[in-house]
T-cell receptor, first 115, second 115 residues
Framework: AQTVTQSQPEMSVQEAETVTLSCTYD???????LFWYKQPPSRQMILVIR??????QNATENRFSVNFQKAAKSFSLKISDSQLGDAAMYFC????????????FGKGTHLIIQP | NAGVTQTPKFRVLKTGQSMTLLCAQD?????MYWYRQDPGMGLRLIHY???????AKGEVPDGYNVSRLKKQNFLLGLESAAPSQTSVYFC??????????????FGPGTRLTVT
């Protein structure tokens, strides 16, 4: 089975600081999508950022950016100027090139923001 | 737009009982998915559908059945509930794009407990 690995079960960061969450994945596809989802205590899954594998440029969304290393199959999420509202579970996910068979998720990283 | 809605939000079943979870989306999406989330795990794909009248198995399909009689609805059935099916269930929908998937939109989840 193709897997997504998040090696940090929990991370803690001071408010206003920067934190990086790690993700590695396995795939035999050359064209695919990668995602970071946020899940706050409400349980709602919220898309944070998306990266298309054929694009070399790293995706950015305001304070959120990724470091996408295709050859290394690495997809880390950097959160700058951390805010209390960023506290949540963060899941890395991969979609296969065929598209139809859904997302494969990592086990998640619990992000704690220290005031 | 309500987005993706799930009914019910909570349910307690006794072992051997049956039930159906309803997912509805108003975004005219072609693809729909059912995932389950267990403690300490990411979401895992149960079944999915790429269009009205079509369904396919995901990673963990055993003990579940699905139907997509209308494009906007995707039903997940448990014929004989088991304690191992205690979980939070998420429905999601999306449309295919060039080379992959657009963002998956998730419902709020259904917490199911089987005693």
């Amino acid at each position: 089975a193709q897997t997504v690995t998040q090696s940090q079960p929990e991370m803690s960061v001071q408010e206003a600081e920067t934190v990086t969450l790690s993700c590695t994945y396995d795939t035999s596809e050359s064209d695919y999508y990668l995602f970071w989802y946020k899940q706050p205590p409400s349980r709602q899954m919220i898309l944070v950022i998306r990266q298309e594998a054929y694009k070399q440029q790293n995706a950015t969304e305001n304070r959120f950016s990724v470091n996408f290393q295709k050859a290394a199959k690495s997809f880390s999420l950097k959160i700058s100027d951390s805010q209390l509202g960023d506290a949540a579970m963060y899941f890395c996910a991969r979609e296969g090139g065929g598209g139809a068979d859904g997302l494969t998720f990592g086990k998640g990283t619990h992000l704690i923001i220290q005031p | 737009n309500a987005g993706v809605t799930q009914t019910p939000k909570f349910r307690v079943l006794k072992t051997g009982q049956s039930m159906t979870l309803l997912c509805a989306q108003d975004m005219n999406h072609e693809y729909m998915y059912w995932y389950r989330q267990d403690p300490g795990m990411g979401l895992r794909l149960i079944h999915y559908s790429v269009g009205e009248g079509t369904t396919a198995k995901g990673e963990v399909p055993d003990g579940y059945n699905v139907s997509r009689l209308k494009k906007q609805n995707f039903l997940l059935g448990l014929e004989s509930a088991a304690p191992s099916q205690t979980s939070v269930y998420f429905c999601a929908s999306t449309n295919p794009t060039r080379g992959g998937l657009d963002e998956q939109y998730f419902g709020p989840g259904t917490r199911l407990t089987v005693t």
